[in-house]
């Protein structure tokens, strides 16, 4: 569990700011006290950064993490009402503002964002001591109304009882009592023996609202005379604009001004249809001296180069080259993984209002420390003077959150562009989004394995080639150390199977593509690739794939809790009907631990059919079932599409996927039966939105290969010559 060194100092007469040096949370508790008659909702508050009580009994949870779909508007509320013994009924949901010294993700410093799976890990403590802050308070405030012993009056549902008395109000009636009090130093924290509502199925804070269209996006994002913008960026990667002519494109109505901006042209209108309709009707003329024009095929060619040399090592144990010699068999492989787009639902877009003192800015915000920052830079301002509305986004997968804040950025230039004389809608077409960068890095990955005469492992040396998604971003100084980006090695550099002797090393060659985490980061190439040797080791010692991995995970107890849980569930090594057959992966990434068992069917047309998945996940203490199966599912369904069929291709620099009909994401149809099982825990939690996607590709790669005998080497599956059904 996170430890929390507590400090406390005085603030005001009527509250203490309870805090610790370092990463450790801030808990201000207050209160707005009134001398006039309270208005429900309106005064008479208990507050803190994480909780507010007002005298309509509505209990407001503010979420430092905003909402893509992972289910924070209901986990982060979920930990201050079970400590407060709030009714689920009376809670209500906020996003903070940004505000790094108050609302910073713990496990990032002093910085504000959501990202990694680190939402319910980074807030488990915070936000339980939030609540029970706030029921202590309440409590203390009982009792002094109804002078009887603090001791005597317990929280149950929203409301506060004194059983001797008969005695009873809800926390509203309570909270003008509360208003002369302070918060204790240290909670009393509930016993998880207590829990009612951790761990168990309540429904989703966001489900209605998401489903009767009561929910903001930034899409739905309406300011009075707002204009729509939409750029046109360079063709390649790095172009420049060199010149342009607007003639055309102003003749397009409802097109109000085109402009340029950076390294695009700017188009404003009063509506998306115009706004794109004008950029048509744009004449540029690209600058591409600095622009990357290499296909696909040529970067590869020059990784398979870098894959001959030694690289940068990220582990080195024992004498992998003398063990890789003596090995009595040994296997190998080049894995080849593609550029991946993030490709969510809602693309990406943002408005912004400028008046030269202050800006506003609605955007699904995954990284407003960034985004305030940037901003702020832009138009001249400070931070402070920077305010992010944050709403609901329409699924990330990490493309929101980018180290320069692109496309908040490029709204907030767009805007100085017209001096701020209307606010702006800054969007993004599904065609920008394809074709707009930033995406998974392209990989290339050599592994040679051995085994000696027992079938046991003796040898593991895994060269990767890719670009550092961190290099020349704010992170490079604590996450890029002696040339190693940690994301690049995840994975591979903490290989869950003891191998006496190992080696991996790597190579981060520049390329002019953008690129940044997606779903999983390195672990969705680094899963794959470890996964699939193992299994080429298991059938070399003549062993069940299962059984071979337990016994090289002895030391790692919690890889083998997930792996025995998901081949108990998938009836691991009984009978399948003809043309079926089972692989399995398992895997650890973000703290969490899961494993998969896939069927495959061969039909007759020579095709595959995925089945069924069945998952276990160890990812500690659950504070919601229902959405720890949902983002499994989630993570499954997004690795599988993926694997099957989608990559982001490059011809002469220019990327060749503009739409879903080339980028195809996978259809209800095409769907597996699967079947979600949780570990029971009573570790501190850990994140549950990305550690679904490493281990479908290879679990689904290795009941291909007991299906027909074709190891995939070279992602997606379709490129390997397997259509999968």
Same mark, same amino acid.
């Given at each position: 569990?996170?430890?929390?060194?507590?400090?406390?100092?005085?603030?005001?007469?009527?509250?203490?700011?309870?805090?610790?040096?370092?990463?450790?949370?801030?808990?201000?508790?207050?209160?707005?006290?009134?001398?006039?008659?309270?208005?429900?909702?309106?005064?008479?508050?208990?507050?803190?950064?994480?909780?507010?009580?007002?005298?309509?009994?509505?209990?407001?949870?503010?979420?430092?993490?905003?909402?893509?779909?992972?289910?924070?508007?209901?986990?982060?509320?979920?930990?201050?009402?079970?400590?407060?013994?709030?009714?689920?009924?009376?809670?209500?949901?906020?996003?903070?503002?940004?505000?790094?010294?108050?609302?910073?993700?713990?496990?990032?410093?002093?910085?504000?964002?959501?990202?990694?799976?680190?939402?319910?890990?980074?807030?488990?403590?915070?936000?339980?001591?939030? =609540?029970?802050?706030?029921?202590?308070?309440?409590?203390?405030?009982?009792?002094?109304?109804?002078?009887?012993?603090?001791?005597?009056?317990?929280?149950?549902?929203?409301?506060?009882?004194?059983?001797?008395?008969?005695?009873?109000?809800?926390?509203?009636?309570?909270?003008?009592?509360?208003?002369?009090?302070?918060?204790?130093?240290?909670?009393?924290?509930?016993?998880?023996?207590?829990?009612?509502?951790?761990?168990?199925?309540?429904?989703?804070?966001?489900?209605?609202?998401?489903?009767?269209?009561?929910?903001?996006?930034?899409?739905?994002?309406?300011?009075?005379?707002?204009?729509?913008?939409?750029?046109?960026?360079?063709?390649?990667?790095?172009?420049?604009?060199?010149?342009?002519?607007?003639?055309?494109?102003?003749?397009?109505?409802?097109?109000?001004?085109?402009?340029?901006?950076?390294?695009?042209?700017?188009?404003?209108?009063?509506?998306?249809?115009?706004?794109?309709?004008?950029?048509?009707?744009?004449?540029?003329?690209?600058?591409?001296?600095?622009?990357?024009?290499?296909?696909?095929?040529?970067?590869?060619?020059?990784?398979?180069?870098?894959?001959?040399?030694?690289?940068?090592?990220?582990?080195?144990?024992?004498?992998?080259?003398?063990?890789?010699?003596?090995?009595?068999?040994?296997?190998?492989?080049?894995?080849?993984?593609?550029?991946?787009?993030?490709?969510?639902?809602?693309?990406?877009?943002?408005?912004?209002?400028?008046?030269?003192?202050?800006?506003?800015?609605?955007?699904?915000?995954?990284?407003?420390?960034?985004?305030?920052?940037?901003?702020?830079?832009?138009?001249?301002?400070?931070?402070?003077?920077?305010?992010?509305?944050?709403?609901?986004?329409?699924?990330?997968?990490?493309?929101?959150?980018?180290?320069?804040?692109?496309?908040?950025?490029?709204?907030?230039?767009?805007?100085?562009?017209?001096? =701020?004389?209307?606010?702006?809608?800054?969007?993004?077409?599904?065609?920008?989004?394809?074709?707009?960068?930033?995406?998974?890095?392209?990989?290339?990955?050599?592994?040679?394995?051995?085994?000696?005469?027992?079938?046991?492992?003796?040898?593991?040396?895994?060269?990767?080639?890719?670009?550092?998604?961190?290099?020349?971003?704010?992170?490079?100084?604590?996450?890029?150390?002696?040339?190693?980006?940690?994301?690049?090695?995840?994975?591979?550099?903490?290989? =869950?199977?003891?191998?006496?002797?190992?080696?991996?090393?790597?190579?981060?060659?520049?390329?002019?593509?953008?690129?940044?985490?997606?779903?999983?980061?390195?672990?969705?190439?680094?899963?794959?690739?470890?996964?699939?040797?193992?299994?080429?080791?298991?059938?070399?010692?003549?062993?069940?794939?299962?059984?071979?991995?337990?016994?090289?995970?002895?030391?790692?107890?919690?890889?083998?809790?997930?792996?025995?849980?998901?081949?108990?569930?998938?009836?691991?090594?009984?009978?399948?009907?003809?043309?079926?057959?089972?692989?399995?992966?398992?895997?650890?990434?973000?703290?969490?631990?899961?494993?998969?068992?896939?069927?495959?069917?061969?039909?007759?047309?020579?095709?595959?059919?995925?089945?069924?998945?069945?998952?276990?996940?160890?990812?500690?203490?659950?504070?919601?079932?229902?959405?720890?199966?949902?983002?499994?599912?989630?993570?499954?369904?997004?690795?599988?599409?993926?694997?099957?069929?989608?990559?982001?291709?490059?011809?002469?620099?220019?990327?060749?996927?503009?739409?879903?009909?080339?980028?195809?994401?996978?259809?209800?149809?095409?769907?597996?039966?699967?079947?979600?099982?949780? /570990?029971?825990?009573?570790?501190?939690?850990?994140? /549950?939105?990305?550690?679904?996607?490493?281990?479908?590709?290879?679990?689904?790669?290795?009941?291909?290969?007991?299906?027909?005998?074709?190891?995939?080497?070279?992602?997606?599956?379709?490129?390997? =010559?397997?259509?999968?059904?």
């Amino acid at each position: 569990m996170l430890k929390h060194l507590m400090r406390e100092r005085r603030t005001s007469r009527r509250g203490f700011l309870l805090g610790a040096s370092g990463t450790a949370a801030a808990l201000v508790v207050g209160f707005r006290p009134t001398s006039k008659p309270l208005a429900a909702g309106q005064a008479g508050k208990v507050q803190n950064p994480f909780v507010t009580i007002t005298p309509d009994n509505v209990v407001t949870v503010v979420a430092k993490h905003f909402e893509m779909g992972q289910g924070t508007t209901t986990g982060l509320p979920t930990l201050v009402a079970e400590e407060l013994d709030a009714d689920w009924d009376q809670v209500a949901v906020e996003w903070a503002p940004a505000d790094a010294k108050v609302y910073n993700n713990l496990h990032w410093g002093e910085a504000q964002g959501t990202g990694g799976s680190s939402a319910i890990a980074n807030s488990f403590m915070q936000y339980r001591q939030a =609540g029970a802050a706030a029921r202590d308070i309440l409590v203390r405030a009982a009792a002094g109304a109804w002078k009887v012993p603090a001791s005597e009056v317990r929280a149950e549902k929203g409301r506060l009882f004194h059983d001797a008395s008969g005695k009873s109000a809800s926390f509203g009636e309570m909270v003008e009592h509360a208003s002369g009090l302070e918060a204790v130093a240290e909670p009393q924290l509930k016993d998880p023996s207590q829990f009612t509502l951790i761990g168990k199925r309540i429904p989703r804070k966001d489900t209605a609202a998401k489903t009767n269209g009561e929910a903001i996006f930034a899409m739905d994002v309406r300011i009075p005379d707002m204009v729509t913008a939409v750029l046109q960026r360079p063709p390649r990667f790095g172009g420049k604009v060199a010149s342009f002519d607007a003639t055309e494109a102003m003749k397009v109505r409802g097109v109000v001004d085109v402009k340029s901006i950076d390294s695009a042209v700017v188009v404003y209108a009063s509506n998306t249809w115009a706004a794109i309709k004008g950029r048509d009707a744009l004449s540029i003329e690209w600058d591409e001296s600095a622009a990357e024009t290499r296909g696909s095929e040529e970067i590869f060619a020059e990784y398979e180069a870098l894959a001959k040399q030694p690289g940068a090592v990220a582990r080195q144990d024992g004498d992998v080259g003398t063990a890789l010699a003596q090995a009595s068999k040994k296997v190998s492989g080049t894995f080849r993984f593609p550029y991946l787009a993030h490709a969510p639902m809602e693309p990406l877009n943002c408005v912004i209002r400028v008046d030269g003192q202050s800006a506003e800015v609605w955007t699904g915000s995954q990284f407003p420390s960034m985004e305030q920052g940037v901003t702020a830079t832009i138009l001249g301002l400070k931070p402070e003077q920077v305010k992010i509305h944050t709403v609901y986004a329409g699924g990330s997968f990490g493309r929101r959150a980018t180290p320069n804040a692109d496309y908040v950025g490029e709204a907030a230039m767009a805007a100085k562009a017209i001096d =701020g004389r209307s606010p702006v809608h800054l969007v993004w077409t599904r065609e920008d989004d394809i074709k707009g960068g930033f995406y998974r890095p392209l990989n290339l990955h050599h592994v040679e394995a051995g085994i000696d005469d027992q079938g046991q492992p003796s040898a593991w040396h895994q060269r990767i080639v890719g670009q550092s998604i961190l290099a020349g971003t704010p992170f490079e100084g604590f996450l890029v150390k002696d040339g190693i980006d940690a994301t690049s090695v995840e994975g591979a550099q903490n290989l =869950g199977y003891d191998v006496p002797n190992i080696t991996v090393d790597l190579h981060s060659p520049k390329v002019g593509i953008p690129v940044l985490w997606w779903r999983a980061v390195g672990h969705t190439h680094t899963g794959y690739s470890t996964e699939v040797i193992i299994d080429m080791l298991a059938e070399a010692a003549g062993q069940d794939p299962v059984e071979y991995r337990l016994k090289q995970m002895k030391n790692h107890p919690r890889h083998t809790g997930v792996l025995q849980l998901a081949a108990e569930k998938a009836n691991w090594g009984s009978d399948l009907p003809e043309g079926w057959a089972r692989g399995v992966a398992v895997h650890e990434s973000f703290n969490s631990y899961v494993a998969q068992v896939a069927e495959v069917a061969r039909e007759d047309d020579g095709s595959i059919k995925v089945k069924r998945i069945v998952c276990a996940v160890d990812c500690g203490l659950v504070i919601n079932p229902d959405v720890v199966v949902a983002q499994m599912e989630s993570g499954i369904v997004y690795g599988l599409g993926t694997a099957i069929r989608n990559a982001v291709t490059l011809d002469g620099g220019e990327v060749e996927q503009d739409n879903f009909p080339v980028y195809d994401p996978l259809r209800i149809s095409e769907m597996p039966e699967i079947e979600v099982h949780i /570990v029971n825990s009573t570790e501190a939690p850990t994140g /549950v939105g990305e550690p679904g996607t490493p281990p479908v590709a290879p679990a689904v790669a290795n009941a291909i290969h007991a299906a027909i005998g074709k190891q995939i080497f070279t992602l997606p599956f379709s490129e390997s =010559g397997v259509e999968v059904a």
